[in-house]
């Protein structure tokens, strides 16, 4: 009985996972470098290329299709066929 007395008296701890959050300083970069930056960044519209020789390019065109041989059956081997 006195076991279970002392082991009613101890204490157990659990530790816990703490997860650290960055300073709102760290987060914060809003410097003038950075701003201009991305300011560039976002207004960049890339200039169109045009090509103006045509051997450079060509249509597209698919190739023909294989043509399939089907076997030619007739209404009796048909009939055959379904009688089997």
Known sequence: M???IVRAAVKTTVQK???VTPSAALLNKN???TRIAL???RNYKPAKVEV???ALTKKFTP???PA???PEVTKEELEAYAKE
């Open 2 to 4: 006195a076991f279970g």
């Open 17 to 19: 996972a703490t997860f």
């Open 31 to 33: 410097d003038v470098l």
């Open 39 to 41: 300011d560039e960044i």
């Open 52 to 54: 103006s020789d045509p």
């Open 63 to 65: 190739p023909a299709a």
């Open 68 to 70: 399939a041989k089907v």
